[in-house]
């Protein structure tokens, strides 16, 4: 007598990751074709993450005549592209995080790296965090399925498909710059949005709310031979009054004695930040095969020293061209010249001068800081850049 035994055999992917099954249980149809006019939209819509970052997805649709499309069920799940074999357990697909107080989203019991809804209930769309895995990781693919109502589902096909690969741009670590190979020039919009209000950062936010901004955003298209601040080194002079006091002459003065490494410089007006608006501001700029890099940097008013920005952010491709269209999430770096903690605490001069430093929910590890959390949970960004190419000067080269 011979006892046969069958087990339910998962799909796997190329990564080695069970593949998550995303067919409704309760339904009794086959899924249709293309997406009915759903999609995963992620804020900004990036092409490229950067580790450890925060981002924010959406799952929504319209009709052809632009009116909401609801929808009762729906799943969204975070999947190593294909090909990616960087990533060997599901931790490396980065971490969802819902809503506070959203009762119409779970984490998924099917899978491990899912989101689903909890009830039938129409929706007009639903909003959830996700916190990117650390470097190394790879493309990931972010799918959906949608249960429009009972036996009429859509799932993977078109825009219920949004793909993200890593971004190789400096992030923690002092940037690795390689030679440009672009021929052509390329002139370029900075767009500096707002994010830091009482509703993104909480906790310990200023009362006086009219005070709170961020200042003139300063930098500049460079060579590699030129550094406006830089990770993990101590701030020039100029770079702390622009910390500490908010002002930009003495740093401008400084760009001025090194133009020879400077293509353009980058001014914005500084931003009023308030908590029931996102406020912008531009500035234009030119990159060309040795001056490739942007550098900008703004202050958190009030502050002790802390400001957000970008260092040698790197504009040229590997294939000798440049980038269309990048969005960055930019997080507080404390320039270490003042050691206080809190947003509008006295002037501490700091001894001995520290180096610059990415402010998290943990480091300073003390509960004064307004973005510590003892959970260890991820930051959200105080503002974001968008830097878009507008136009190329083609060359013979």
Not at 182 to 195: L, N, Q, R, T, V
Not at 237 to 242: A, G, K, S, T, V
Not at 255 to 273: C, D, E, P, T
Not at 285 to 307: A, E, Q, Y
Request: charged share 20%.
């Amino acid at each position: 007598l011979f006892l046969v035994l069958f087990f339910a055999i998962p799909a796997w992917t190329r990564s080695g990751i069970p593949k998550c099954d995303k067919t409704p249980r309760d339904q009794g149809s086959e899924k249709l074709a293309g997406d009915h006019g759903f999609s995963i939209g992620v804020s900004g819509s990036p092409q490229k993450y950067r580790p450890g970052q925060v981002y924010t997805i959406t799952l929504s649709g319209v009709r052809d005549d632009d009116m909401v499309a609801k929808f009762q069920g729906f799943m969204l799940v975070a999947e190593p592209s294909f090909g990616n074999t960087a990533i060997q357990n599901p931790t490396s697909l980065g971490t969802f995080q819902l809503m506070p107080g959203d009762a119409m989203t779970k984490f998924s019991h099917r899978c491990s790296h899912a989101i689903e809804a909890t009830s039938s209930m129409n929706k007009e769309g639903i909003t959830v965090y996700w916190t990117s895995p650390p470097k190394g990781s790879g493309c990931i693919d972010f799918k959906a399925m949608i249960v429009e109502r009972q036996d009429v589902w859509v799932s993977d096909e078109g825009a219920l498909t949004y793909s993200m690969c890593e971004d190789d741009g400096p992030l923690s670590e002092p940037p690795v710059v390689e030679p440009c190979c672009a021929c052509d020039e390329a002139k370029y919009e900075a767009i500096f949005e707002g994010i830091w209000s009482r509703h993104t950062h909480p906790k310990d936010f200023p009362n006086d709310e009219w005070r709170t901004m961020f200042s003139t955003l300063i930098g500049a298209s460079h060579s590699a031979n030129y550094t406006l601040w830089e990770y993990g080194r101590e701030s020039s002079q100029p770079l702390q009054i622009l910390g500490e006091v908010g002002v930009t002459r003495r740093l401008e003065s400084e760009m001025k004695r090194y133009s020879n490494y400077i293509r353009s410089v980058v001014k914005a007006q500084g931003l009023q930040q308030r908590s029931n608006v996102v406020g912008q501001t531009f500035a234009v700029f030119r990159v060309d095969r040795i001056h490739h890099l942007l550098s900008v940097v703004s202050k958190m008013i009030p502050s002790p020293d802390w400001i957000v920005g970008l260092a040698k952010e790197n504009l040229c491709l590997a294939n000798c061209s440049w980038v269309d269209h990048r969005v960055i999430d930019l997080y507080p770096w404390d320039l270490g010249t003042d050691a206080g903690l809190r947003y509008d605490g006295p002037p501490k001069p700091q001894r001995p001068r520290g180096v610059i430093t990415r402010i998290t929910s943990s480091n300073p590890h003390s509960d004064e800081s307004p973005f510590y959390d003892p959970t260890g949970a991820p930051m959200k960004p105080a503002a974001r850049i968008h830097l878009i190419k507008q136009r190329e000067y083609f060359k013979n080269c």
